[in-house]
């Protein structure tokens, strides 16, 4: 061989054997730091990464590849686990791909590591193909960004260790989020030189990787004595939980939720207040449950009169903001100035501006904290019984007036309470935003099964709805979450399952075992409750968007099963039979759009008549 054509072989040998080092180095410190999942979109700029993956023996990686999809899915997974999944792809728009599951995470602070190969500097700015500017596509959205240089020989593969564990931290540190690192890779990408594994591989040892440390945020004496002076001697108080992030607390099956939503439930009982629990908070449909917990505050406080008989003299918040418009509203016009918000990261969930202060810190260590000071003196002071009693007759009354609504029709009310009745206990629910969250949230009992509640409720999307369920599931199968599910069920509209059919075929290629119960009203019925309803030409086919999705066709295509139900007992029946299998189960519901638009309306004003007679009779009673 000439010369030249020997430096030349040993320079592309030296690139490729730094690429390898580089990309096995970042990997392995990943992994040291807690990495459990890469989900891994195929392409030839990443195949490093690819590659260091798949001689890793210590993460579990899964192939998708559709890149939004695969984003999702791995977000899904590090909902479920509470720690960071990694998506991988390579340059160009397949990144770009990626964005929504990324605004979901940073609006869900669920934690996310995005790596993404790319070209190197000199085939930027230049029309090189698959060269975009990937460095600063998520500004604004990633808890922080690091374009790393293309390897080089003489790096130590130490320093990629330590980026590895900065991007950890990021991603995990209060709100936790999304973190992207962006990796250029100069050609050769692999060579088949007998040298498959790395230094440290062969043999040696490799260098230590930092690690994250990281406490609760704690209230000091001082402020504690402060909010225990403003509780205590309050009569008409209320604790309004949000959706709250399963991710931020240890992810499913671990110990963090349940013992949220019993520090939750012992502030209720020692202030004697009505804990108003949204469908995705756990102190809802998780365990244990407080005496004082209120279920149907969206149906309640829907009309103006009963948002004044029951306003409140101060209300803690908890969570993010509350799906219920009503309860947003009650808020916003009873509490104003009146609203203790909480929040460990110090975020602000509070879009109407009301709060009148922001308490930064861990909310299951400030109930239970609170509760052991406030329990200490007695019982709450007089007056608090009949305030709750206002509040638990409201609840009740709401109660019976929509299970009499709900009836044996096939609607969004019996859907949520036949699919609530048949779910075991410590299954996943995820629920699709615009109506089926609303829907949970409305006709839910508090009287079903110990559940774990997902949604979307960061950017409220109904985007990567199945891959996110599907990402559940797939982490669940794995082991990886704290303790293992019953099951995943999505309960989702046919308008997010159309805008996630790649979602679908993902779910099936991973062969999951999930079940899809399909709200199908033909197309975005949400907007049938908006105004722009009554507009005479441009309604249905601007907004409503109606689909014709040949379900039966689509999931044999997948290899899915189909059912289709139109009543109540054959909804039952079928979530009965798919609960058992194993595999992707789809339930498509047949709703009737327009008379589903009439129940709901009829069920609210029967609710408000209802309660507004309570408030009657205790102004006549003596």
């Given at each position: 061989m000439p010369p030249a054509a020997e430096g030349s072989a040993r320079a592309s040998t030296a690139v490729a054997r730094a690429n390898r080092d580089a990309a096995q180095a970042l990997i392995d410190g990943l992994?040291?730091?807690?990495?459990?999942?890469?989900?891994?979109?195929?392409?030839?700029?990443?195949?490093?990464?690819?590659?260091?993956?798949?001689?890793?023996?210590?993460?579990?990686?899964?192939?998708?590849?559709?890149?939004?999809?695969?984003?999702?899915?791995?977000?899904?997974?590090?909902?479920?686990?509470?720690?960071?999944?990694?998506?991988?792809?390579?340059?160009?728009?397949?990144?770009?791909?990626?964005?929504?599951?990324?605004?979901?995470?940073?609006?869900?602070?669920?934690?996310l590591l995005l790596l993404s190969a790319d070209r190197p500097p000199e085939l930027q700015q230049c029309g090189a193909p698959q060269a975009i500017d990937q460095q600063r596509l998520f500004a604004g959205y990633a808890r922080w960004s690091f374009a790393l240089e293309a390897p080089r020989p003489e790096q130590p593969v130490a320093w990629w260790r330590n980026v590895a564990a900065q991007a950890w931290h990021h991603a995990h540190a209060a709100p936790g989020g999304p973190v992207h690192l962006n990796v250029p890779f100069r050609e050769p990408l692999w060579l088949p030189d007998g040298d498959a594994q790395g230094p440290a591989a062969a043999g040696g040892q490799p260098p230590a990787t930092t690690r994250l440390m990281q406490g609760r945020r704690q209230l000091d004496p001082t402020a504690i004595d402060a909010l225990v002076a403003r509780l205590?001697?309050?009569?008409?108080?209320?604790?309004?939980?949000?959706?709250?992030?399963?991710?931020?607390?240890?992810?499913?099956?671990?110990?963090?939720?349940?013992?949220?939503?019993?520090?939750?439930?012992?502030?209720?009982?020692?202030?004697?207040?009505?804990l108003l629990a949204d469908a995705a908070a756990p102190a809802r449909f998780g365990a244990p449950r407080t005496a004082h917990l209120i279920s149907h505050a969206d149906s309640v406080l829907a009309a103006a009169p009963a948002r004044r008989w029951l306003a409140p003299e101060l209300v803690l918040h908890f969570g993010r903001t509350p799906t219920s418009k009503a309860v947003q509203g009650w808020l916003e016009q009873q509490a104003a100035g009146r609203t203790l918000l909480i929040d460990e990261a110090g975020q602000w969930h509070d879009p109407s501006r009301s709060a009148d202060t922001l308490v930064a810190a861990?909310?299951?260590?400030?109930?239970?904290?609170?509760?052991?000071?406030?329990?200490?003196?007695?019982?709450?002071?007089?007056?608090t019984a009949a305030w709750w009693q206002r509040?638990?007759?409201?609840?009740?009354?709401?109660?019976?007036?929509?299970?009499?609504?709900?009836?044996?029709?096939?609607?969004?009310?019996?859907?949520?309470?036949?699919?609530?009745?048949?779910?075991?206990?410590?299954?996943?629910?995820?629920?699709a935003s615009s109506m089926p969250i609303r829907d949970l949230e409305t006709f839910g009992e508090r009287g079903a099964a110990a559940l774990y509640v997902s949604?979307?409720?960061?950017?409220?999307?109904?985007?990567?709805?199945?891959?996110?369920?599907?990402?559940?599931?797939?982490?669940?199968?794995?082991?990886?979450?704290?303790?293992?599910?019953?099951?995943?069920?999505?309960?989702?509209?046919?308008?997010?399952?159309?805008?996630?059919?790649?979602?679908?075929?993902?779910?099936a290629q991973l062969g999951l075992d999930l079940t899809l119960v399909v709200l199908a009203n033909g197309g975005g019925g949400i907007f049938e409750y908006l105004p722009i309803a009554a507009h005479p030409t441009a309604f249905s086919a601007y907004f409503l968007a109606p689909q014709r999705l040949a379900l039966p066709e689509l999931c044999a295509a997948v290899g899915a099963r189909w059912h289709g139900v139109q009543t109540r007992a054959a909804l039952a029946a079928a979530l009965q039979q798919?609960?058992?299998?194993?595999?992707?189960?789809?339930?498509?519901?047949?709703?009737?759009?327009?008379?589903?638009?009439?129940r709901h309306h009829r069920a609210t004003a029967a609710v408000a008549t209802a309660v507004a007679a309570l408030h009657t009779e205790s102004e006549e009673s003596p």
């Open positions: 992994v040291a730091c807690g990495l459990s999942e890469a989900v891994i979109c195929p392409g030839a700029r990443s195949a490093p990464l690819a590659l260091a993956f798949s001689a890793c023996r210590a993460a579990r990686v899964q192939t998708v590849l559709d890149e939004r999809a695969a984003a999702f899915v791995a977000l899904g997974a590090a909902r479920a686990s509470g720690r960071a999944a990694a998506f991988v792809c390579t340059s160009g728009s397949a990144l770009a791909h990626a964005w929504p599951a990324v605004v979901e995470a940073a609006q869900s602070a669920i934690p205590r001697g309050c009569v008409r108080g209320a604790i309004v939980c949000g959706p709250v992030e399963l991710a931020a607390h240890g992810g499913i099956g671990g110990d963090e939720l349940p013992e949220l939503a019993a520090a939750l439930a012992a502030l209720a009982d020692a202030l004697g207040w009505p861990a909310p299951g260590t400030l109930c239970r904290t609170l509760a052991a000071r406030l329990a200490d003196p007695g019982p709450p002071p007089p007056g509040w638990a007759r409201a609840d009740a009354t709401a109660s019976a007036v929509l299970t009499a609504h709900a009836g044996e029709a096939l609607w969004e009310a019996g859907v949520v309470r036949e699919l609530l009745a048949a779910l075991p206990p410590r299954s996943v629910l995820h629920v949604a979307n409720r960061g950017a409220n999307g109904i985007d990567g709805t199945v891959a996110s369920a599907g990402g559940l599931a797939w982490a669940l199968a794995a082991g990886t979450a704290p303790r293992p599910a019953a099951r995943v069920v999505a309960l989702l509209g046919d308008l997010a399952l159309a805008h996630d059919l790649g979602g679908l075929a993902t779910a798919e609960l058992q299998r194993s595999g992707i189960g789809v339930i498509e519901v047949a709703i009737d759009r327009r008379d589903s638009v009439e």
